[in-house]
């Protein structure tokens, strides 16, 4: 058998005979470490093995055992030095190199298969891809235009014709013919020069999508790529060997060069790549690992590989999909914050939004009717209140439907964007089979998915805007006529005090990452390209404000959660039991001050796997199957006509001094709280 061992960054094979001990691997993997002096290697420096552990998972494996019986053949392992350690004389600190592992545990190989064709590919289909639920192949018609497109450019090099990106330099050497035995080098050349991003790597989830994005892209038969090398970027997606991208670099214009050409960098074997099995190493030797060849390019495939938005559109679609997921959640905390704050839900009547129809406002409204107060659903916190003189609620709670309602407008709308920049050709040339023809055009300009992220980062904003404002409500007693910030004891204990500052802190941080990354644009190429679209920054800083927007409503639904804890034993409405159930699995009440920090990052992964939607999906299902006729509560803020309205306790009255020129008079005053 064969084992790949790791050291320090280099792999080396070691073939292993049956009896040999970890021990043994060790010693023999250092062995040829010390022999071969690759460039990690320290001259003059004794070098001893710590421990021996497998690189897919990171078990330490007792250097007695033997190999047969705690490895595979061809399985991986990394070999730790003592000098990989800060100071093995004075302390056991952790070794500097940590097994590069998937989130989450173990990634399985999936055997399930995702036909792509080019057209058809949804946002959620590449969220799935990036997490590794599917393999990939292609439609046998996208076989067919693949083969196509490559007929083309194949005549145009047989034919030595002059053409932008086939037979022609790049950018400002565009007008530069090259010969034809340098073709291919023209192709190599460009990937290299191009890999020129900073920053740090995405994660394999990220880099999944992206390359299955340019799959995708590819797979339309409109790039002149072969099919040959289009099915080798399939294969290494299958075996998730991924290369190093890092996300600075692009100006999302003329494409995503600089990434998608590190992407391509490691398809040909050179740089570093990452995959489950092997982690980080030189993308030669984990390709190989995984009996892989690196991709030789022909004419025009370099350009092929890296002309287009697929980094803006493949972090864009996950900030869509993580947006979409989140604003309807923020509807139903918003329901629960309401009922603790013991508003009215008479602000969402359907006939009060069917005077303003925006598709979104009616639909917030409608969730939140379904989750409130009903014959179907009735809340005994809502009954306790049905007769109190509050006139009107705040317009974090009244106006939801208005304005998280704009906030899922907005996320259809760059949904739909996206989607179609996912199943678009976004190459130069353009190659027309059926035309036998390229053109140079612009479809690679980033502009479409640039400007919509924008727009998304400043819709999605909104819902963690309003959600600060109710924590607020939540923690002042002023407001919520709650023990403040949500604890008894207060002064001995500061409960939600500084969990609404970190919520005011995400909230700041957004307003400044909501400023538009496409509105500036910078000319590169000698002027050439003198107008970019800044997608990629576009499309990392949305990401950033849906993470924000995700953190801040936990937040409010664990203060939420622990404020009606002061309600009981009065039980609110039953999904809203439900989502305090749920809630509760992870986050108990609080009694006293406690380590918060953990109880929000378990809300955040609560609302992450749509576990508080999950919660109340069946429950608004049922009140609209079951329910013809909405409930319409009792509440002051309305009046119907023939009807007696139930007693209300009389505004106070209070004295109030009024100057009229230079006599005081005392006048009374009733003065009605209006909200």
């Known amino acids: 058998m064969k084992i790949s061992c790791r050291v320090r960054g280099d792999w080396f094979q070691v073939p292993c005979k049956a009896g040999k001990s970890i ?48 490895l595979d053949d061809n399985d991986f392992v990394q070999i730790v030095l003592e000098t990989d350690r800060p100071n093995p004389s004075l302390s056991e600190a952790e070794v500097k190199y940590v097994t590069s592992q998937i989130p989450g545990g173990k990634f399985e190989i999936p055997d399930v298969y995702l036909y792509l064709d080019g057209n058809s590919l949804s946002i959620d289909d590449l969220v799935q891809l990036g997490k590794g639920h599917f393999k990939i192949n292609l439609t046998k018609d996208a076989e067919e235009k693949v083969k196509a497109s490559r007929a083309v450019i194949d005549q145009i090099v047989k034919e030595n014709r002059v053409v932008y990106g086939i037979t022609t330099g790049f950018g400002k050497f565009a007008r530069t013919v090259i010969e034809k035995e340098k073709l291919k080098e023209l192709q190599e050349n460009l990937i290299r020069s191009h890999a020129a991003g900073v920053g740090r790597a995405l994660t394999p989830q990220k880099t999944r999508m992206l390359l299955a994005l340019r799959i995708n892209v590819l797979a339309k038969g409109y790039s002149g790529v072969s099919l040959g090398t289009l099915k080798q970027l399939i294969d290494a997606f299958n075996a998730s060997c991924l290369s190093w991208v890092p996300e600075q670099g ?123 107060h009903s014959e179907t659903f009735p809340s005994e916190i809502a009954q306790s209140h049905r007769f109190c003189n509050r006139v009107q609620d705040a317009y974090t709670l009244r106006c939801t439907p208005q304005v998280h309602g704009i906030s899922h407008d907005t996320i259809d709308f760059v949904r739909g964007i996206i989607t179609t920049e996912m199943n678009s050709a976004t190459d130069n040339p353009i190659v027309l089979a059926d035309r036998g023809e390229t053109i140079s055009a612009g479809n690679f300009h980033g502009e479409y998915p640039a400007k919509s992220l924008d727009y998304l980062s400043i819709g999605v904003h909104e819902l963690a805007s309003m959600s600060e404002r109710r924590i607020e409500r939540l923690c002042n007693p002023a407001y919520s006529e709650l023990p403040a910030f949500l604890v008894q004891d207060g002064g001995l204990n500061s409960g939600f005090m500084i969990a609404h500052c970190t919520a005011a802190s995400l909230v700041s941080e957004n307003k400044t990452l909501c400023h538009p990354a496409s509105v500036d644009s910078l000319s590169t190429s000698a002027g050439t390209e003198d107008h970019v679209s800044m997608g990629g920054f576009a499309a990392r800083k949305c990401l950033q404000v849906v993470r924000n927007v995700e953190k801040v409503i936990a937040i409010e639904l664990l203060a939420a959660c622990q404020a009606i804890e002061f309600l009981r034993p009065l039980k609110t409405t039953q999904p809203l039991e439900e989502v305090i159930k749920v809630v509760r699995s992870v986050a108990g009440p609080w009694d006293k001050d406690r380590y918060m920090s953990p109880d929000i990052q378990a809300s955040t992964k609560l609302l992450k796997e749509e576990k508080i939607w999950n919660a109340v999906k069946l429950h608004i299902e049922s009140y609209h199957s079951s329910q013809d006729i909405e409930t319409r509560v009792f509440s002051p803020s309305t009046f119907t006509i023939g009807e007696d309205r139930p007693h209300i306790s009389q505004p106070k009255k209070r004295k109030i001094s009024v100057t009229n020129g230079t006599k005081s008079a005392k006048v009374e005053k009733v003065e009605n709280k209006m909200a």
Not at 59 to 69: N, S, W
Not at 345 to 366: E, M, N, T, Y
């Open 23 to 70: 021990r043994w691997l060790g010693g023999e993997a250092l062995k040829r470490y010390l022999k071969l002096r690759p460039p990690s290697f320290v001259p003059n420096r004794e070098e001893v093995v710590n421990d021996i552990r497998k690189t897919l998972g990171g078990a330490i494996l007792d250097p007695e055992d033997r190999i047969e019986d705690v």
């Open 250 to 372: 692009t100006v999302g214009a003329s494409g995503d060069l600089a990434p998608l050409s590190h992407l391509a960098l490691g398809m040909m074997g050179e740089g570093q790549m990452w995959s489950p099995q092997t982690g980080w190493g030189d993308a030669k030797y984990v390709l190989e690992s995984h009996n892989l060849t690196p991709i030789s390019l022909n004419a025009k495939e370099g350009l092929a590989l890296i002309n287009g938005t697929q980094l803006i559109t493949s972090i864009g679609a996950e900030a869509t999909e993580r947006a979409g997921i989140i604003a309807k959640q923020a509807d139903v905390v918003a329901a629960l914050t309401l009922e603790v704050l013991k508003g009215t839900s008479r602000a969402f009547d359907s006939d009060v939004h069917a005077l303003r129809p925006h598709k979104g406002q009616i639909a917030v409204a409608r969730r939140l009717r379904a989750l409130l």
